[in-house]
């Protein structure tokens, strides 16, 4: 039983609630009539005197329920329940004017409720008419071109196969596009385990589609294929950016959330949309991989999404995906950033040289973040004539992707994750000398040079 004290307007649409569990002390002899009318069972009396709650059987109650406006009787009451039962729950109202009711009582504030709940319910109409606006541009579609980056990783191959299943349940057609290479032997694997469709930059005319998504990525030319001077139908991305070199009909960019893959989860929520399995299975990976395991930047929208997605997947093929074999090249360049490292107090630095596959550097970059004493690490190779950085780190301290974009932003590309973090240099940057062992040379100390002092740190003579 639940004891109510005073059934003013808010006391009375929670016993309605409750009603087959509830008692009532009331006083007024009219509304406790009005009461018992309507079926309620009700104690009369004056609930500020113990001989009332004495008669209302206190004791036997599972909770006081204390909801007048009045923050002097119901302090009274408190003081009255507390004589006659030290331990059972207390639930107080207040006006929000900072009263005082004692550590062991439950206080809420009905204005406080309302305004939240008015807030929900204006945040839940603009997110209806965003996804309206979405699905706006779907329908107008005939074929879209879904563009992911130059080299796609998990979470932006599961986005991209998402967008175009939401695609196609509208009945429109959409192909998945990147720039590069799918060179991360875990990238390899998951597209080709689940089949996944994607076609080269080169292999397309974007004149042929109607529309554009970038999906995992937000402004043309940056980390990804799309010609700078094409504006996107859609952006749909979850890294940080600055939101004014951002341009589309449609935007949806949450850096408070670990990864798109959570986003595109409630797209298909939404538009309830079958979680199949093979969706499932490339959504829960796209997460677990930009999270690492949960660990980087997961949020409670991130832990929600994995909650829906895991029954649903895969987990024969994910293991699958997640141990694939180290191809000769990627072992070649951890085997030379391990022998090239260069410490600086807790950071690692190593200039691989070389390479043919810019994927083979966050490999290394997250293998020697494992050795003791180093909580940030900073590895770089030479691509095509661009200098490609990528970093990890786990000092609490240190925003990665804030540090490359000031070591390395006014010369190239950067940004990222507080963990995990990419820079691109072109090699023209460091003068007229063609030489590409002597530029690299050159390039080697400018790179570490920079990254400390973003860092604030002063490098070892």
């Given at each position: 039983?639940?004891l109510l ?16 569990e509830?008692?009532i002390?009331?006083k007024?002899?009219e509304?406790?009539d ?7 069972r ?10 009332a ?7 036997k109650?599972k ?5 007048t406006?009045d923050?002097e009787?119901?302090k009274?009451a ?7 039962n030290k331990e059972?729950?207390?639930i ?6 900072g ?15 309302i305004?939240?709940?008015v ?6 109409v603009e997110?209806?008419?965003m996804f ?7 329908l ?8 992911l980056q130059?080299n ?5 191959i599961?986005?991209?196969l ?16 990147y720039?590069d290479e799918?060179?991360?032997?875990e ?6 385990l689940l089949g ?8 397309v005319?974007l004149?042929d ?7 995992d990525?937000a402004?043309?030319g ?12 859609i ?7 600055d939101?004014?070199?951002v341009k589309a ?19 298909l929520v939404r538009?309830?949309i079958d979680?199949t399995?093979?969706?499932?299975t490339v959504?829960?990976?796209?997460i677990?991989?930009?999270t690492q ?9 991130d832990?929600?999404?994995v909650?829906m997605?895991y029954?649903?997947a ?21 085997a030379?950033a391990?022998?090239?490292r ?6 690692l630095?190593?200039n691989?040289?070389?390479?043919r ?7 290394a ?5 494992n ?9 770089y190779?030479?691509?095509k004539?661009v ?12 925003h990665?992707g804030?540090v ?16 995990a973090?990419?820079a691109?240099?072109p090699?023209?940057l460091?003068?007229s000398?063609?030489d590409?062992?002597t ?5 080697n100390?400018a ?15």
């Amino acid at each position: 039983m639940y004891l109510l004290l005073g059934c003013g307007s808010v006391g009375y649409s929670v016993a309605k609630q409750i009603k087959s569990e509830v008692a009532i002390v009331e006083k007024s002899s009219e509304r406790a009539d009005l009461l018992e009318s309507e079926g309620f069972r009700v104690i009369k009396g004056n609930f500020t005197t113990k001989t009332a709650l004495k008669k209302a059987k206190l004791g036997k109650a599972k909770a006081v329920l204390i909801l007048t406006s009045d923050p002097e009787v119901n302090k009274r009451a408190i003081e009255v329940v507390r004589e006659i039962n030290k331990e059972v729950p207390i639930i107080v109202r207040s006006n929000g004017l900072g009263e005082d009711f004692g550590e062991d009582v439950i206080v809420i504030e009905p204005f406080k409720l309302i305004t939240d709940a008015v807030i929900r319910n204006l945040r839940e109409v603009e997110i209806h008419r965003m996804f309206n606006r979405f699905k706006r541009i779907i329908l107008e579609t005939t074929r879209m071109a879904i563009v992911l980056q130059n080299n796609p990783d998990p979470d932006a191959i599961a986005c991209g196969l998402t967008l175009k299943r939401i695609v196609e349940h509208f009945g429109k057609k959409a192909e998945i596009i990147y720039g590069d290479e799918i060179g991360h032997e875990e990238n390899k694997a998951l597209v080709n385990l689940l089949g996944i469709k994607l076609l080269n930059i080169l292999e397309v005319d974007l004149r042929d589609f109607s529309h554009i998504a970038l999906v995992d990525t937000a402004i043309p030319g940056e980390n990804n294929p799309l010609p700078t001077n094409v504006v996107p139908d859609i952006v749909i991305d979850h890294h940080p950016v600055d939101m004014k070199k951002v341009k589309a009909k449609y935007i949806d960019i949450r850096p408070d959330v670990g990864a798109t893959s959570t986003i595109l989860t409630e797209y298909l929520v939404r538009f309830k949309i079958d979680i199949t399995e093979e969706l499932a299975t490339v959504l829960l990976y796209g997460i677990k991989t930009d999270t690492q395991d949960f660990m980087r930047g997961a949020t409670p929208e991130d832990l929600k999404a994995v909650v829906m997605l895991y029954p649903k997947a895969n987990h024969e093929i994910l293991a699958k995906i997640e141990t694939p074999a180290m191809s000769a090249e990627t072992l070649d360049v951890l085997a030379e950033a391990i022998r090239n490292r260069r410490i600086e107090g807790s950071v690692l630095l190593s200039n691989v040289g070389f390479i043919r596959n810019r994927d083979t550097l966050p490999q290394a970059a997250d293998y020697l973040l494992n050795l003791e004493g180093i909580s940030t690490v900073v590895v770089y190779g030479l691509a095509k004539d661009v200098i490609h950085v990528s970093g990890r780190n786990k000092d609490i301290r240190i925003h990665l992707g804030e540090v490359m974009e000031r070591a390395f932003g006014e010369i190239g590309e950067a940004g990222g994750h507080a963990r995990a973090a990419a820079a691109k240099i072109p090699l023209g940057l460091f003068g007229s000398v063609t030489d590409k062992d002597t530029l690299l040379k050159l390039a080697n100390e400018a790179i570490i040079d920079r990254f400390l002092k973003a860092l604030g740190m002063k490098k070892k003579e």
